[in-house]
């Protein structure tokens, strides 16, 4: 049999996960991408990513040796470089709450890339 205090602390925290108000959690963003097979470098992929960045706009642009990244108000934008024995993959990956707009910069950064 349980005791009358464990029997109340068992109440409480059960009361406590009944009434306790959920928190609202943001909707995810929308995440497009598309990829090609390029005859380029992967330092000159990573270049024409982020000169395709800049043109869009983005700031904070950063990357890595494989990478780059940038970002606007409304969306976040990667250039994805991956080396193969003759080509180098390239991968773009926007992301954004508003999915017109994210699409609309994908196809922006790929046509000036």
Same mark, same amino acid.
């Given at each position: 049999?349980?005791?009358s205090g464990?029997?109340s602390a ?6 406590l ?9 943001a909707?995810p963003?929308?995440?497009f991408?598309?990829w ?11 270049r ?6 800049e043109?869009?706009?983005?700031e904070?642009?950063?990357?890595? +040796?494989t990478?780059?990244a940038g970002r /606007?108000? @409304?969306? !976040? ?5 991956l080396?193969?024995?003759n080509? $180098? +993959? ?5 992301? /954004?709450e @508003?999915d !017109?707009?994210?699409?609309?910069v ?5 046509? $000036?890339?």
């Open positions: 049999m349980i005791n464990l029997k068992m109440f409480a925290v059960i009361g996960s009944v009434t306790t108000p959920m928190v609202a959690l909707e963003p929308g995440v991408y598309s090609r097979e390029s005859e380029i470098s992967v330092a000159d992929c990573i024409r990513g982020e000169a395709a960045l043109a869009e706009g983005m904070n642009i950063s990357g890595d +040796t990478s780059v /606007s108000a @409304d969306v !976040t934008a990667l250039f994805v470089c080396d193969h024995a080509s $180098t +993959t390239v991968m773009i990956v926007v992301a /954004s @508003d !017109t707009q994210a699409v609309r994908r196809e922006s950064l790929k046509a $000036t890339f």
